[in-house]
């Protein structure tokens, strides 16, 4: 799982950590954009398609009750210190498990860490939000650049808007080919 809109989520979040931001860090008119990427490293089977649509199917349900659960909370207990401390205890589980010394990128992307962060701006806000899957993609679909890492594969989008129509390009997975290309091209197998 990766935030991939707005692009500095991560610096965001490592600013947000060390009491440089806070909360909320991303503007509620700004686009939030997550990703999930199922069949990696190997490409999704037709069996595995029902097996990675029940997935899908359970993170956006745990997604719904995080979200309401911080709608449950008053405005005033979400604050800085609040969020903050959620993400200080995940920080310490993961240090805690991992057992050695673990660097910042780790913490700063971790995958709970980013779905508390979609999930308590998206509260906060009061923000509409959907989640599109697609795949298993076929080469035919993807651009060339792009076709080693996602031929194969299925990805589900989650974005802080009603729906597609909502956002401002043509299609959902453009941004996911803007951010693989930025990030991806050329680091591929």
């Not at 009491?19 to 595995?48: A, H, I, T, W």
């Not at 010394?101 to 998206?122: G, M, S, W």
């Not at 298993?136 to 996602?150: A, F, I, S, T, V």
């Not at 808007?161 to 996911?176: D, G, T, V």
């Amino acid at each position: 799982m990766r935030i991939i809109l707005p692009e500095n989520i991560s610096e965001r979040i490592g600013e947000f950590l060390i009491g440089k931001q806070d909360f909320p860090f991303v503007e509620g008119y700004e686009l939030m954009c997550v990703l999930f990427l199922f069949g990696r490293p190997s490409k999704v089977d037709n069996n595995e398609k029902w097996e990675v649509m029940d997935l899908a199917s359970e993170t956006v349900n745990k997604f719904y009750l995080e979200v309401e659960g911080y709608k449950n909370l008053s405005k005033t207990r979400m604050n800085t210190e609040f969020i903050r401390s959620g993400y200080f205890e995940r920080e310490l589980q993961i240090r805690t498990e991992e057992k050695k010394a673990v660097h910042k990128e780790r913490i700063v992307n971790d995958p709970t860490v980013l779905l508390y962060c979609f999930a308590q701006h998206v509260s906060y806000y009061n923000q509409e939000y959907f989640f599109q899957i697609y795949g298993p993609l076929k080469g035919h679909e993807l651009l060339k650049d792009l076709r080693n890492y996602l031929e194969g594969r299925m990805i589900m989008l989650g974005f802080n808007r009603k729906n597609e129509k909502s956002l401002p390009f043509q299609h959902p997975i453009i941004p996911l080919y803007v951010w693989l290309k930025d990030h991806l091209i050329g680091k591929i197998d």
